[in-house]
């Protein structure tokens, strides 16, 4: 197979193109529900997409926040050295870790 050059590779539109309109409808209250409908389906599909990427994200981020949280607890109940040298070492790594993630 030959390989398509600069100027004859092919695109895909970033948006899909929307459905052609009858303009002569005689009902303009009809076409203002369709165009709103439209509107209110495009968000509720966007929103569908953002919540793919985001959702486990949030999740990733709430529970490395609980782990800290109960490891301190825990570590607490051993005595204030371990607490503090617990702490300084979280905040180095998670410092560390979520520069790399940035």
Not at 32 to 38: H, K, P
Not at 73 to 91: C, K, R
Request: hydrophobic fraction near 40%.
């Amino acid at each position: 197979m030959e390989k398509p050059s600069d100027h004859e590779k092919l695109t895909v539109p970033l948006l899909e193109p929307k459905p052609a309109t009858n303009k002569h409808q005689e009902d303009d209250d009809a076409e203002e529900e369709e165009e709103v409908g439209s509107v209110r389906r495009r968000v509720v599909e966007e929103n569908k997409k953002l919540w793919v990427v985001a959702g486990p994200s949030i999740c990733a981020r709430f529970s490395s926040f609980g782990v800290t949280v109960i490891s301190q607890a825990f570590i607490g109940h051993i005595g204030a050295t371990e607490l503090a040298a617990y702490a300084l070492v979280s905040t180095v790594l998670m410092r560390f870790s979520n520069g790399i993630l940035v």
